[in-house]
């Protein structure tokens, strides 16, 4: 049922007041609102209004689901700070990896949906504030991922050119705007790869690590057919890369990399993948043996480990110009050290050799010290540990958890057990549990968001919203003019730019990655 | 297609437009077969069995028929009864009857979000699962000894009758720090170097 008030606004509004077989539309021709049906409102009805801060997949899972359960009148608006949609989708997932980035036809189906809006290139937070958006739209959703990177803490980090975040790497060469076109990058990546025999270093064993690692050790040759960015393409063609390391802290039966992308860096012509059997023999602790014999996934990863062979005997520089791609393990991360030539580049990693323990619960396995050291020599070190979530203004933050607080994804209060919902406000992807998952989990996710939209739908618990439209919003701020806001029909004339261009040099698409030339096809 | 009026004289006049010297279907790549006598293209299914009915003909051959399967869903408690032409994956026939199965690489097996369960006596019986299928499998929420993904499989009479699960989503998915060998390096909230 409607408040009065919110049965005379609904009025006003033209919108269905009843919902069932015979729906009446209130007119204010009419005086009085007529239906054969009792005067309920479900629970799709309530809702007219929803705003989405975030177009990468979780974003669009949350639209695909929402749009699966709301009336004919509902709009959904999805924003996002580029001027492109789909996120980590776009500027994630690996160029060589296009059928990953085939879910992007399930999410262009969503944008097709009548009821859909893109607002491409609006910063939520600077261009438009939190509680103006909690004041447009019934439901608010945050989806907006994380961007920053969680650090090592340790000395080195910070002032040593070539020790460089994952994150940035992989933005640089797939394209993203703020990356691609910083020309500093570009020449120090450049210049620290042509060096002969360059080493690199990636600390860190999840999927992305083994993304760069794979990128640098590919002949240009293989990728010159992917979307890869051609100023990625320009260096990569340059480079003398002789080595690449990924280093995890822990043994390789807690490897968070998952074995389809394993098998795929031992297969990769032109490079060798290594593993020291000492490291393996180390990290098959008796729990490690218990643990993997209760999960067969696990299993068979670890299996595929250990049956790759050994480091050449002599050295890490491979024979007839192949590169070697070197999984080690037990090594925690204590410094970086500069080069003696050139003390403002990067020269090695200091590493202290671990060994596993179960932590004091008995859960979980741990890397703990033994206090031997190995120097790995080096001249780019890719921190690829995780990446973490901002906060935005106007809204709490875990700064522990670098999370959004939330339950089933309503946004609470406050970081604490009772902390009550803010009214109106969800979440869903990794601002809701952390940077974890693959892109699938954000369907789970969406659908527990979606099923608390709609219960607190059903309950009255939304708030009241303006009618006003974000674009008329943003252009009275003053902060952006709405010819600067990129529709998805903006989107389209992108995609289809970049599709021409790439099919010119058999590409799938050939990235714009300057951001005022996004806006100026969009416009066009 | 033609329309000419009799079944006899279609198949003549289709025999004069299809080359005797065709490979067999399985070999055509793609999702369908260029006939030059429509002018466009047709589904690989159609062209397969209009060559099954020509061949039909002509050898007098018991050559068989392309038959339809009956098998019950089920999902979020629900059972639902399908009937499904032969050919088609588990996850075109659960599009087609608006049964809720992600496919989100589009069969590409790229992803595991396709995941269904058969009983484990119809699960012996299915063809073997190729490396690709297995690790993808891997991933997969509520992973059971008997899943496979659907769009992998391809209904055959050998499903006649089947039961197919798509498993429940349950919370304990979500969470977890060694949650299901996911993508991303690391988890949150533990310090990295101690």
């Known amino acids: 049922m409607y408040t009065l008030r919110q049965y005379a606004v609904r009025f006003h509004r033209r919108q269905p007041v009843a919902a069932g077989p015979f729906v009446e539309f209130a007119s204010p021709k009419h005086h009085v609102c007529f239906s054969t049906t009792p005067l309920y409102a479900s629970a799709s009805n309530i809702i007219s209004r929803v705003g989405i801060v975030g177009a990468g997949p979780s974003g669009f899972y949350v639209a695909k689901y929402l749009l699966k359960e709301l009336g004919p009148g509902a709009t959904v608006d999805v924003m996002d700070s580029l001027p492109t949609p789909f996120g980590l989708v776009r500027t994630g997932v690996a160029p060589d990896h296009p059928e990953v980035k085939a879910v992007q036809s399930d999410f262009e189906k969503v944008a097709g949906d009548p009821r859909f809006s893109f607002y491409g290139n609006v910063r939520v937070g600077y261009d438009v504030d939190v509680a103006t958006l909690r004041s447009l739209y019934d439901v608010l959703v945050l989806a907006y991922g994380a961007s920053e990177d969680r650090t090592l803490g340790i000395p080195g980090e910070d002032t040593l050119e070539g020790v460089v975040s994952a994150r940035t790497f992989v933005n640089w060469y797939n394209g993203h705007p703020d990356y691609a076109q910083d020309a500093k990058l570009t020449g120090m990546l450049g210049e620290i790869l042509a060096q002969a025999s360059a080493q690199v270093a990636v600390l860190g064993q999840g999927n992305v690590a083994l993304d760069c690692a794979r990128v640098l050790a590919k002949r240009p040759a293989d990728l010159e057919t992917s979307d890869i960015c051609e100023h990625a393409l320009v260096v990569l063609r340059e480079s003398k890369l002789a080595a690449v390391s990924v280093v995890g802290r822990r043994g390789h039966g807690q490897a968070a990399f998952t074995i389809k992308e394993l098998r795929e860096l031992s297969r990769i012509p032109g490079a060798r993948l290594v593993v020291p059997p000492e490291e393996v023999a180390r990290g098959l602790t008796e729990f490690t043996i218990a643990e993997l014999a209760q999960s067969r996934p696990r299993k068979r990863l670890a299996d595929l480990v250990a049956s790759l062979p050994g480091p050449a005997v002599g050295g890490q520089a491979g024979e007839g110009g192949e590169r070697v791609v070197a999984l080690r393990f037990l090594l925690l991360p204590r410094a970086f050290l500069p080069d003696p030539r050139r003390p403002r580049r990067l020269g090695a990693v200091v590493f202290e050799r671990a060994r596993l323990e179960l932590d004091g619960q008995g859960k979980r396995v741990v890397a703990v010290g033994t206090g031997e050291t190995e120097e790995l020599p080096c001249q780019l070190a890719l921190r690829s540990i995780g990446y973490k979530s901002q906060p935005v203004d106007g809204l709490p933050f875990d700064n522990k958890k670098a999370v959004v607080p939330n339950r089933h994804g309503r946004v609470l209060e406050a970081a604490s057990e009772e902390a009550v919902p803010v009214p109106g406000v969800y979440c869903t992807g990794w601002v809701k549990r952390g940077p974890s998952g693959i892109i699938n989990t954000n369907i789970y996710d969406a659908r527990e968001t979606v099923a608390a939209i709609m219960e607190d739908a059903a309950q009255g618990k939304l708030p009241f919203s303006s009618s006003f439209s974000l674009l008329e919003v943003l252009a009275q701020a003053g902060r952006k003019k709405s010819e600067d806001v990129v529709s998805w029909e903006g989107y389209e004339k992108i995609d289809a730019w970049e599709r021409r261009h790439g099919a010119a040099r058999g590409k799938p698409r050939e990235k714009v990655t300057d951001s005022h030339r996004l806006l100026e096809i969009a416009r066009s | ?194």
């Open chain 2, 1 to 194: 297609m033609l329309h000419v009026a009799s079944p006899f004289l279609r198949r003549r006049a289709l025999a004069c437009f299809i080359p005797s010297s065709l490979p067999p279907p399985s070999s055509w790549q793609g999702d369908r077969a260029i006939l030059s006598f429509t002018g466009s293209t047709l589904p690989k299914s159609m062209v397969g069995d209009l060559r099954r009915r020509l061949l039909r003909r002509t050898y007098h051959g018991t050559v068989p028929r392309a038959k339809d399967v009956t098998m019950t869903w089920h999902v979020e408690g629900e059972a639902i009864a399908v009937t499904a032409p032969e050919g088609k994956t588990l996850l075109e026939v659960a599009h087609d009857n608006d049964i809720e199965l992600e496919g989100a690489c589009g069969g590409e097996l790229a992803c595991s979000t396709c995941h269904v369960v058969f009983t484990p006596e119809l699960y012996a019986r299915l063809p073997e699962k190729k490396e690709e299928e297995e690790d993808m499998l891997d991933l997969a929420w509520g992973l059971t000894e008997t899943s496979r993904l659907g769009c992998q499989i391809k209904v055959t009479p050998l499903l006649e009758n089947a039961v197919i699960t798509i498993p429940e989503e349950t919370n304990n998915m979500l969470g977890g720090e060694d949650e299901g060998k996911g993508g991303a390096a690391g988890g949150q909230g533990e310090p990295w170097a101690k």
